[in-house]
């Protein structure tokens, strides 16, 4: 019988009568995230899901490397599997649970047994894989309320399982099963954490990226594309929007005052994503802001933003520091791509002395000069998809 893997589901189970189409939105995830590694079998048992290899060619150290990034899981063990017997259950533990063994002082055992049938309690079944690892294993003594090591034997419908030492999955909740949001992606360090933390709680996301093209160039696109596909690992397959970002640029350099440059460019870049979210039934906007980082961050400037649009922002990196998002960055494997240093559309034209606290009627004021509605519709038009 094969290795298997278990991966525990996390809230979802506590989601009522919805657990079935969250359990069902897990598994097509899983799935999606093992294809290139093999053949393998995915199903959903009594909040478990059960990875299989099918064959030879699946990859199952790469699997459990690979299911540790699926948002909806909290714990995965790689367990054996045995027949539905006592002796065959602990001989199967005695063999591969050999080296936890020999390295813990204590351990205990705790079985489940969602097969009714089986002839032992959990209590009884404990008690005797207990006993044959204590005698196998001289050096390492049962302790049931401080162990170093917790054995863990499940007997379930299909057969029996043997795991210890369980590794934390990514938790939230499985992609898909919490609706869709646009995440404004830049090649910086915060937006790529901002979309996995926003996927983290079960959100598809459509990244949008502003280019402006020859004042940002062709690799700072390139940097974007590659910081999105390492976030399909979080995020399943998405559709990165370039939206063509020169032309209104270049219309506030020429039309507007300098130090509202940053707030007005901001204003069209949630416009356009809002727009953006009413064609794909997208119900929210992500950013990567946070609170007193830049001028265009303040309370103030966020306001002036927000103000034309009516689809909620969702920061959540708003109240962090630079060094906790350096380090998650570091965590998800986006940082070396995001120091890159390539110029992003939020450096061209960046005003010598921007305003920090400015009042709502001063932007729409200094706004008035463009023809804000034609160059929203021009840059939708323009619009690049690339399949991550
Ligand atoms: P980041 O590291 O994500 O670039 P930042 O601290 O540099 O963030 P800003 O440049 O002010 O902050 O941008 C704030 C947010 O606006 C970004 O986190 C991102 O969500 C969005 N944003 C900025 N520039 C772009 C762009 N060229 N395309 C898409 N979104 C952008
Ligand atoms: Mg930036």
Known sequence: MNDILLLKLGEIVLKGLNRRSFEAKLVGNVRRRLIGLGNFQVSCLQSTVYVEPLDENADMDAAFEAVQDVFGIVKISRASACEKDKDAIAKLAIECLREDMLRAKSFKVESKRSDKRFPMTSIQLSQYVGGELAEAYPNCVVDVHNPELTVNVEVRDLAAYVHAQPVDGAGGMPVGSNGIAVSLLSGGIDSPVSTYMIAKRGVRLIPVHFFSFPYTS??????????????TAYCGAMTLEVVPFTHIQEEIRDKCPEEYFTLIMRRFMMRIAQEIANRTGARAIVTGENLGQVASQTME??????????????????????????????????????????????????????????????????????AVEELVAEALKGIEQIRL
């Open 218 to 231: 062709q690799q700072a696109k390139e940097k974007v594309i590659e910081l999105g596909k390492i976030l």
């Open 301 to 370: 400037a966020m306001a002036s933003t927000q103000a034309v649009i009516s689809l909620p922002v969702l920061q959540p990196l708003v109240g962090m520091d630079k060094e906790e998002i350096v380090r998650f960055a570091r965590k998800i494997g986006t940082f070396e791509t995001s120091i890159l240093p390539y110029e992003d559309c939020c450096t061209v034209f960046t005003p010598r002395h921007p305003r920090t606290h400015p009042k709502l009627e001063e932007v729409e004021r200094a706004e008035a000069a463009l």
